[in-house]
Every structure is written in structure tokens, then in C-alpha cells.
């Protein structure tokens, strides 16, 4: 596998209803965005997700992706409490591990919601991202952590979104896919961030951890973040 493209509810995910096929070896969609363009490969989604919102029919391609699937896929890089726990990071995550491709490139998840009015592509929504909740603190770092553990796979991680994101993933053009590399990283800082991981112990093994919640530190989880963000030298 070499070139993964996912695509969020953003309202800037149907520019990607033009897009070629051809750069792309594998197409994952989140929640609704199966409805972005048929061609998907793989829909993922949460359990609570709406039986009137999934695909009538799935060609012989396509599959769906349950929490059955990715919470054992995701526990594998450390859990929700440290990846973040939006459908955008459970996604790559999941990518990450079951397709093990060079390039993961993201649409529509970005996570800025200045139109209030207009947060998915399909109108108004509810955004995972909005929720108060732990492990959503810094979705700046929560990217970090995934640019810096894909890296370390050998997988580069780019948004090809040219608006404001809350991702750090560096900007990419379809044509410039097939031949980017991983950024650089500081080894030294991801191991900081990882060793402050296994102290903590926020691991949740059924991927439930909003039942475990009070046992969570706000300001751990804070400190943590920051070592993330440092993991990353453009930041």
C-alpha cells in the first residue's frame, strides 16, 4: 500500500469529488463522507452511527470499518486517551495499522468550525472535536503525536487542505504524493512523550475510556501534549 486518502464531513471535502482515482490506492471514508464520492474502499465509523445514514448497497470492494475493528488496531498505539478520540485520528490510526502505506493523506478533517451554520458537508452537524472532553485538550498535539508515530513507521502524514486546520500535518499537493517522505522528528522527545505515557497508565483497553474518565489528569494529559508538540522540529 503506498498512497491512503481519507476524507472527513469538512464543507471542503467535496473538492475532492474531482480529484483522479489514479494517485490513490486505497480510499477511507468517515461517517458520511462515503456520500462524498463512490469510489470509497473502506467506511468507518462508531457503533452509535445512524443505520439510516450507512450505504444501501457496497460494492465488491468496499467494506465498513466497526469498533470491533479499529479499537484493537488503535490500542496498538497506545489507546484514545493519548491518540484523541475524534473518527479523523481513529481513522489514520487505523490506516496506519491495518494498511501500513507510505503516504496517509487527509480531506475534510480539519476540525475548524467558524460556520456555524455549515460544519459538515451536508449542513450542520455535530463535531466530535466540540465535545468537552480529555482527550480532545489540544488537537495540535494529539496531530503531532500521529505525525511523529507514523514517521516512525515510515509513513508521512499531509493534509491536502489549503484552509485553516487544527492539524499540524504538513500541506500537500495530489501531485507530490507518490514522492514524500516522513518528516524529520525528534527522537529524543518522542521518547520522552512515549515513557510519559506508559507512567501515566491512561490505557483502556475497550476503547471506552469516557467510563474511566475521573481517573484521567487534565493537567497530566496538559503536560503530556506539550512533549508531543515538541516532537515535531516544525512547530
Known sequence: MSVVLILGSGPNVVASRDWQRDP??????????????????????????????????????QRIIRASDYVPLQNNYGGFVYAGGTMAFTACYWALAALKPKVIAVMGCDMVYD????????GQGTADPLRQDVTLRSLEAKSARLIALAARQGCAMVNLSTDPSRL???????????????????????????????????YVPSGKYWKEEGRFDASAIDALDALWLTAVPAL
Open 24 to 61: 490513490f490506492d486505497r480510499i477511507v471514508a468517515i461517517n458520511n463522507a462515503w456520500a462524498v464520492r463512490p469510489d470509497w474502499d473502506d467506511l468507518i465509523h462508531p457503533d452509535d452511527f445512524p443505520l439510516a445514514r450507512m450505504p444501501l448497497v457496497l460494492a465488491r470492494h
Open 115 to 122: 460556520n456555524a451554520s455549515k460544519t459538515h458537508f451536508y
Open 168 to 202: 499540524v500535518f504538513p500541506r500537500s499537493k495530489i501531485e507530490d504524493l507518490a514522492t514524500t517522505l516522513p518528516c524529520p522528528m525528534h527522537v529524543q522527545a518522542i521518547d520522552n512523550a512515549l515513557a510519559q505515557e506508559a507512567t501515566l497508565d491512561y
